[in-house]
């Protein structure tokens, strides 16, 4: 047989289940056209809807006309729509802008480490637990902390003192102490804030000691050469205790030297060697302040504290040096008067920057104390302007903010997030 060069299409017949399906679809079809149908064909209907849409519209002209209900309750109906519209519309910005924020704060708060040390300050209740959270030892204590040269300005009021600030990583805490019968020292700003319980052993010198003695491996002083500070990061870094004496500073001054004996004789304490005439760095420098008299600080040959001189005063007194000062301080106001709301002068700038650069010379720490706290753009233009000018130490009450969060992002739509 032959190929055939040409063929005709066949069609195909349906079979009886695929004239059913048709003939629903067609159907279908046919209801849907009939709907349509029903609406054009049903005038009454339409006329319905469009009616109450033009009997709404025309009763809310007429609201709104003072030919209809008169002119002051056609003033109070215009007014009061205005009034809902921008209700509406001001709800719906407020709505985006709030979600905005939200987004903006989450993705701006800085994370929370996950060490030994943040866990004792979510556990943390009462002193006690100065010491009790540090048994047993953790041992990723400091881990991933990035220590930081602020100072916690009167450290004792923050929820947890001592651990709250070096969890942040500042490099300075700060002890207000008041001599009580049985040679104790209590904490706290004034005397009405002082507790049996919140003394400068329970909250600083015990809690430092069992830490030091914990990352130095239970060494004495005869066997340790460089002792590791409280930093696993750089653990050169000493951390600095500023005790500020508020009683009288003839009797307090004995019995804090007695109560640093722990850290003395662990080896743990930055000194000044009166045989040898040198420096010896440790993990902890111990500054006095307040009513702590400079010749009670020079008056010792082996000096474990040193004396907080006043920045204001390097220039004109030369008595001041590295062996018997740390720490040079002066309030804000004293160095340089009044800062208003849009920042320190140029004159204000210079007369700290000279400050900065005198203790500098002489081995000494800078700090400026009663920084401004509001408004917050002030704050940040002040810290900003000290740290870069090379301040020692930066003063700060909120220590998370001064040392995770990024300043040019704490006020952000009116709103502050530091």
């Known amino acids: 047989m032959g190929v055939p060069t040409s063929f005709t299409r066949r069609v195909s017949l349906p079979s009886d289940s695929e004239d059913a399906r048709i003939q629903t679809d067609r159907g279908l079809i046919d209801m849907e056209d009939k709907s349509d149908l029903g609406d054009r064909n049903c005038p009454p209907c339409k006329a319905s809807r469009r009616g109450r849409s033009r009997r709404w519209l025309s009763k809310l002209n007429a609201n709104l006309s003072p030919r209809v209900v008169g ?23 407020a709505l985006v802008w709030f979600s905005l924020v939200l987004a903006l704060i989450h993705r701006l708060s800085p994370p929370t480490p996950s060490n030994g040390l943040q866990r004792i300050v979510q556990s943390w209740k009462t002193p006690p637990d100065s010491i009790s959270l540090l048994s047993p030892w953790p041992r990723d204590f400091s881990q991933g902390i990035v220590p930081v040269s602020c100072h916690s300005h009167n450290d004792y009021w923050r929820s947890v003192p001592l651990f709250e600030a070096i969890a942040a990583g500042c490099t300075g805490v700060e002890a207000d102490v008041w001599l009580r019968e049985n040679k104790t020292l209590l904490v706290g700003h004034g005397e009405s804030s002082l507790s049996s319980d919140r003394t ?41 205790l500023l ?8 009797t307090t001054w004995p019995v804090i030297l007695d109560q640093l004996s722990p850290l003395i004789s662990g080896g743990w304490v930055s000194h000044w060697n009166g045989t040898t005439r040198n420096l010896v ?13 400079f010749q009670q600080v020079t008056a010792e040959h082996d000096r474990y504290v040193f004396f907080d001189a006043p920045l204001h005063k390097l ?45 500098a010379e002489r081995g000494l720490v800078s700090r400026f104390w009663s920084i401004p706290s509001w408004p917050v753009n002030l704050r940040m233009k002040m810290w900003q302007f000290l740290v870069e000018n090379r301040v020692g130490v930066l003063n700060v009450d909120n220590v998370v903010e001064a040392t995770r969060w990024n300043w040019d992002w704490c006020t952000v739509a009116g709103l502050v997030l530091c």
């Not at 760095?281 to 008299?293: A, R």
């Not at 301080?329 to 900065?356: D, L």
Request: no cysteine; charged share 15%; glycine share 6%.
């Open 71 to 93: 002119k002051r309750k056609a003033v109070r109906n215009n007014l009061l729509l205005v009034v809902v519209f921008v209700i509406i519309v001001g709800g719906i910005i």
């Open 315 to 359: 220039s004109q007194n030369s008595s001041y040096t590295s062996e018997n000062s740390y720490y040079a301080s002066v309030s804000v106001k004293k160095a340089v008067g009044m800062v208003w709301a849009w920042g320190p002068t140029q004159s204000q700038k210079r007369t700290m920057q000279k400050m900065i650069d005198a203790a």
């Open 281 to 293: 760095h440790g993990p902890i420098t111990v500054v006095g302040t307040g009513n702590t008299l």
């Open 200 to 240: 400068l052993q329970s909250l600083y010198i015990e809690p430092l000691s069992t830490i030091l003695l914990n990352l130095n491996g239970n060494s004495s002083s005869n066997d340790v050469t460089s002792p590791v500070g409280i930093f696993d990061i750089d653990t050169a870094v000493t951390l600095t």
């Open 243 to 250: 005790i500020d004496i508020k009683s009288d500073p003839i």
